[in-house]
Nanobody
């Protein structure tokens, strides 16, 4: 069983940056793929970025602006978000799956409660 807690959301102006963090409980964290998803009002949950033990991968809308990283020693995954724009406004969720996972929400078993990111124009 893995529990995930997101933090770091808030209000930022367009062009600014935020750093989200996902803290995980449980053992063998390095064996999990961790993903970030986001959901804006009235829209479906969208894949943002993911990191496994061997690779990092991103959604098209955030490539070149967002960077995902992890610290297995600290059981955390961070999402550095730069050059934010109002279209990035959403609730951001951290998700995890034992072993490999990709960009589909159905591939992830564990989910956090989310953290709100609001980008003003």
């Amino acid at each position: 069983q893995v529990q995930l807690v997101e933090s770091g959301g808030g209000l930022v102006q367009a062009g600014g940056s935020l750093r989200l963090s996902c803290a995980a409980s449980g053992r063998a964290f390095s064996d999990y793929t961790v993903g970030w998803f986001r959901q804006a009002p009235g829209k479906e949950r969208e894949f943002v970025a993911g990191i496994s033990s061997v690779s990092r991968f991103y959604g098209d809308s955030v490539k070149g602006r967002f960077t995902i990283s992890r610290s297995n020693a600290r059981n955390t995954v961070a999402l550095q978000m730069n050059t934010l724009n109002p279209e990035d406004t959403a609730i951001y969720y951290c998700a995890a799956n034992y072993g490999l996972a990709g960009s589909r929400r159905t591939e992830y078993t564990y989910w956090g409660q989310g953290t709100q990111v609001t980008v003003s124009s």
